[in-house]
Antibody, heavy 117, light 107 residues
């Protein structure tokens, strides 16, 4: 069974940092591109980033470029999202997602990040 | 960046109704479009990929069509489990923008 489990969310002050993790199981992690998507409370889905299967290529939304960094550890089957210089508007549920044959075919349950003083 | 719009933003319908949601891209994305369903407090679920291909396990009452800049998601006969919010997403080029969503609620 494919599973993606995010962790690392919580309350952080504006300007602070947080690292999210996504532990996966049930598939060969090193074969898949992965994405992060976020959703502010009561709002729509927002694409954050995408990383290729070996970690050599990433893409980011303009709103997080230069502040967020996606990485992965294929030996441990874990995807990361390092978030720096956090802003109030980064408050959201962050979803880790597996990219199948183009679209996202599996999603984690999400982890809530709250940026507030 | 490619911008995505959806219409309507909210749709009130009854069980058994035929429902159509439209998604438009600001430039051609060929057929690189997916549709997702999301229920409150849950992660989204993939329904349609490459504009018209039904994901395994998704009921056949869901269908997708279109290419280029205009796409539609159709539910042929709305069921109680289908009341949810629907999002389109382009995966033609970065950033992989989602549409703003269409909420389907009970009339």
């Amino acid at each position: 069974e494919v599973q993606l489990v995010e962790s690392g969310g919580g309350l952080v002050q504006p300007g602070g940092s947080l690292r999210l993790s996504c532990a996966v199981s049930g598939f060969t992690f090193s074969n898949y591109w992965m994405q992060w998507v976020r959703q502010a409370p009561g709002k729509g889905l927002v694409w954050v980033s995408r990383m290729n299967s070996d970690g050599s290529n990433t893409g980011y939304a303009d709103s997080v470029k230069g502040r967020f960094t996606t990485s992965r550890d294929n030996a441990r089957s874990v995807l990361y999202l390092q978030m720096n210089t956090l802003r109030v508007e980064d408050t959201a549920v962050y979803y880790c997602a597996r990219e199948g044959y183009g679209p996202i075919d599996y999603w984690g349950q999400g982890t809530l990040v709250t940026v507030s003083s | 960046d490619i911008q995505m719009t959806q219409s309507p933003s909210t749709l009130s319908a009854s069980v058994g109704d035929r429902v159509t949601i439209t998604c438009r891209a600001s430039q051609s994305i060929s057929s690189w479009l997916a549709w997702y369903q999301q229920k409150p407090g849950k992660a989204p679920k993939l329904l349609i990929y490459t504009a018209s291909n039904l994901e395994v396990g998704v009921p056949s009452r869901f269908s997708g069509s279109g290419s280029g800049t205009e796409f539609t998601l159709t539910i042929s006969s709305l069921q109680p489990d289908d009341f949810a919010t629907y999002y389109c997403q382009q995966y033609h080029s970065y950033p992989f923008i989602f549409g703003p969503g269409t909420k389907v609620d009970i009339k």
